[in-house]
């Protein structure tokens, strides 16, 4: 069976069966199936696969759930970024605390997407996970100096962004 053949006898049922799976969204049924689709189609011995059907069911399900895991992820971080810069006691829901509270998200978000691998992963590791300076370390293979010194320079990084955004000079 070719892949078009099979996307046509098989879209349908393997997209139904991801929402039943894992609900409708986010990530999208429609878009897993397409991305494990595409998997099977970049296979490059994919017409000699015996079972190509449980390969595409296979790859959708742990496409679907690596994409749950890093919007997980991406929610814990906002979470923590958001606990970090703008926990303030008191009612804050106004609608210009909402908008400045949003631009300021933006602006770390931007940030962090600009900052290099290795102080973003520190970063990450440390506010997000949990994780103590010291294990961060141990993770990324570096001293509890060096990741104290690159958590740093993130920080930095991201206090200068917020600096730069609100206007504020030196």
Request: hydrophobic letters at 35%; aromatic letters at 8%.
């Amino acid at each position: 069976m070719t892949i078009e053949e099979m996307y046509r006898a098989y879209n349908e049922e393997l997209t139904g069966w991801l929402r039943f799976q894992f609900g409708s969204g986010p990530p999208d049924p429609e878009d897993m199936a397409q991305q494990a689709f595409k998997k099977l189609l970049e296979k490059p011995d994919c017409q000699h696969l015996e079972h190509k059907k449980a390969f595409l069911w296979r790859t959708a399900k742990n496409l679907t759930i690596s994409a749950l895991r890093r919007i997980k992820t991406q929610e814990a971080y906002e979470y923590e970024v958001e606990q970090l810069y703008f926990a303030d006691p008191g009612d804050n829901t106004g609608p210009s605390r909402v908008i400045e509270v949003q631009e300021q998200l933006s602006v770390i978000s931007d940030c962090l997407r600009g900052m290099s691998k290795k102080r973003r992963e520190v970063f990450v590791l440390h506010r997000v996970h949990g994780m103590n300076l010291a294990e961060v370390g141990r993770a990324l293979g570096l001293s509890r100096s060096a990741a104290t010194k690159r958590l740093s320079g993130a920080l930095a990084e991201i206090d200068a962004a917020l600096e730069d955004a609100s206007g504020i000079q030196d």
